[in-house]
Every structure is written in structure tokens, then in C-alpha cells.
């Protein structure tokens, strides 16, 4: 990965007089990246004897749980008043896995309103948001978690990874990628997950805690969504599911449990675009997957408010389910027809 050699310089200036009070933010509905990178870097900044702390809107889902060995991670609804203390007393902000400050609620504002703050943004999502003093935005990293591996490596501090670092770094990298089957996988991706390996982590047992670590009605709601509710639109060659307040009620759904679901379509010969919308007390949260060329971070932009990468991006849509799902097939002729005339 190419990193700015002034970047870098400044980060370390940055990071030379110590101890300084540091937020680390991420993401609404953190993932394994935001989890992950969020607690390796956070940890790095302590062991350089900063006084680090790693924030979230709200909590992320139970099985990502294994990965913070050190009870490092804070979700902000819990302790708001004084966790909004901290960052705003803080000295450097480091934003991660996101590129807005939109994308972490409540807390954005808090970011945003420290006047004497350093915020830094680590990031690989497409187009940020220009609010940042440093930028580390990598679009194509194919996750955060890399990009603060590479960070940590550019700055000569990897021997400061240990077992426990490794192991979130490599459950943002692994998860961000699809277990290593999506685009951006490079030799020095591997390169780096060697060396995590040499620290001694057990990828087995990783994989095992993300992977199969589900409810038996988690396994019954997907069994639903594929066999009643998996809807194929032909000729666009994609597919879209719908998830409702009464089913996830019936299935007892937990935050999480459906990762995943939006992906199992394009697993279908000829799907090339899937899409995953899912009723919550604000709004409909939209989920996007696409293969190969099919841009759906312009897709998300354009029609439902989001971003993120090219093939897996998300929104929101503030209609009725079925208005959005109209929204959706209307926005789906235009832009297939865009696309042909390109
Ligand atoms: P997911 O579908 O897993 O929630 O999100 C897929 C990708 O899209 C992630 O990289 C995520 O950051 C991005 N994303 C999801 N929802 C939103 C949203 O509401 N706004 C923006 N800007 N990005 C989103
Ligand atoms: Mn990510």
C-alpha cells in the first residue's frame, strides 16, 4: 500500500509528545473491521503510553465479542455523558471505518465539536468527507484493519503487535474480505496476515467464533428470507430480500443476525447484484452487494442515501417497506439502462 510519506511524518509528530488523550471512533452497527481495527489501533496508542480509549454509537454483535480480550470497546449509549467528557477533552481523534462523521450518530457532533482536537481519519470507504485534519483514506484497501497494519508497519512499530492485536487485526481483515474471496486480495494483504500468524493466533478458532457462533433461529430466519422471501428480478439479474419488524420479532432476532444474508444470492450462477432491506424502528436500513463492475456505491448514493465501496454498500430509505422496495426496481431499470448507454 502506498502511504504519503508527509502523512506519516505528521502522524508521528503527532503521536511524539506523550501522553495525550485520545478518542478512537467507529461506525453505527460496528462490524469486525470497526471492531477490530478500532481495538488494535487503540491499543498500539496506549502501549505508546497515550491514554487511548475506543468508542462506538452502540454495540456490536455478541459474537464479535471474543476479540475484545481487554474490555477495551465503549458504546456510547451506555455512558454517554461521560464518555462525550473524554472526547471532548481529548487532543487527537482517530476516526476509523467510516468517512463521514454522519456515519457514528450522536457522536459525530461531539467529534465535531472539540476545538482543540486533531482528527485523523483511517479509513477505506470511497469519497470522504473532507472534515478531517490528516487523512488516511485507502479505497483500495480491502479493509481498515490492513490499513492500520500498514500504518503500524510504515511507522516501525510492528513489534508492538502481540497475539492479542493480531488477532483483531486478522478479524477485520478476514471479515472485510469475505474470508479472503473478495476484490483487493494482494500478495502484501497475505504478507501481513504471516506475520499476524507469527504471533501465534489460531486462525481455526477465529474463524470458528465468527462463523459459527449463530442461534438456531438465526439459522431458521435465513432458512425463511432464502426459501419465502429471496425475490429474483430477471432481467437485471438481481435479487432482493425484505425483513420485517414481525419476522424478526417471530425469529427473536439479535443485532447481527443478518450478516450474511444480503451476500448467499450472488451465490446464484447468474446474480450479480443483491440487495437486503430491513425494517427498524427509524428507518429502513438498505444493504447492497454487487459482483464485478456493478458500482453499487453510486447506487446507494444516488438513490438511498448511503455509500460505501463498490461491490457492498448500504443506505437508508425513510418509506414503507413496499414503497421502497418500488423505489428500488424503479431505480434499478434506470440504472442498468444507464449503465448500457455508457
Ligand atoms: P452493510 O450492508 O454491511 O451494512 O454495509 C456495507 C458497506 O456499506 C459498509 O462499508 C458500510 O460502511 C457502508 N454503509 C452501510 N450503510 C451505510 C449508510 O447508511 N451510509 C453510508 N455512507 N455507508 C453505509
Ligand atoms: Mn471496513
Redesign the pocket.
Known amino acids: 500500500m502506498e502511504l504519503k510519506k508527509e502523512k506519516l511524518e505528521a502522524l508521528n509528530k503527532l503521536l511524539s509528545a506523550t501522553p495525550k488523550q485520545i478518542a478512537v471512533v467507529s461506525?453505527?452497527?460496528p462490524?469486525g473491521?470497526?471492531v477490530g481495527s478500532g481495538l488494535a489501533w487503540t491499543s498500539l496508542l496506549n502501549k505508546l503510553n497515550h491514554k487511548a480509549r475506543f468508542f462506538v454509537p452502540n454495540a456490536p454483535p455478541q459474537f464479535l465479542e471474543s476479540i475484545d480480550k481487554n474490555n477495551e470497546l465503549r458504546s456510547f449509549k451506555n455512558r454517554s455523558e461521560e464518555y462525550a467528557e473524554f472526547i471532548s477533552d481529548c487532543d487527537i481523534i482517530f476516526c476509523l471505518?467510516?468517512?463521514?462523521l454522519?456515519?457514528i450518530e450522536e457522536l459525530g457532533e461531539i467529534v465535531r465539536s472539540n476545538p482543540m482536537a486533531t482528527r485523523v481519519l483511517i479509513d477505506?470507504?470511497c469519497e470522504p468527507h473532507p472534515q478531517f485534519d490528516l487523512m488516511f483514506s485507502h479505497p483500495e484497501s480491502s479493509s481498515t484493519a490492513f490499513l492500520v497494519y500498514s500504518i503500524i508497519e510504515a511507522l516501525g512499530l510492528s513489534n508492538l503487535i502481540d497475539k492479542t492485536m493480531a488477532e483483531q487485526i486478522y478479524t477485520g481483515m478476514m471479515t472485510?474480505t469475505g474470508n479472503f474471496s473478495y476484490s483487493n486480495l494482494t500478495p502484501e494483504l497475505f504478507r501481513a496476515v504471516a506475520k499476524l500468524l507469527e504471533t501465534g493466533i489460531n486462525i481455526p478458532l477465529i474463524n470458528s467464533s465468527i462463523f459459527n457462533n449463530y442461534s438456531e433461529k438465526r439459522m431458521r430466519l435465513l432458512g425463511h428470507m432464502l426459501d419465502q422471501k429471496m425475490v429474483i428480478v430477471e432481467k437485471h439479474n438481481a435479487a432482493y430480500q425484505t425483513l420485517t419488524q414481525e419476522e424478526m420479532a417471530e425469529y427473536e432476532f439479535k443485532p447481527g443476525d443478518n450478516?450474511g444474508f444480503?451476500n448467499y444470492p450472488l451465490s446464484i450462477k447468474h446474480i450479480t447484484m443483491s440487495a437486503?432491506f430491513m425494517q427498524t424502528l427509524s428507518c429502513i436500513?438498505?444493504?447492497?452487494?454487487s459482483q464485478g463492475d456493478i458500482d453499487?456505491?453510486s447506487f446507494?448514493?444516488k438513490y438511498?442515501?448511503?455509500?460505501?465501496?463498490k461491490n457492498?454498500?448500504?443506505?437508508?430509505s425513510f418509506f414503507s417497506m413496499e414503497r421502497t422496495v418500488e423505489i428500488f426496481l424503479t431505480a434499478l431499470d434506470e440504472f442498468f439502462s444507464d449503465k448500457n448507454n455508457e
Open positions: 461506525h453505527v452497527n462490524d473491521d470497526a471505518d467510516f468517512n463521514n454522519d456515519r477505506h470507504h472485510d450478516e444480503v437486503f436500513k438498505v444493504s447492497l452487494r453499487v456505491n446507494a448514493r438511498f442515501n448511503g455509500g460505501g465501496h457492498a454498500a448500504g443506505g437508508k
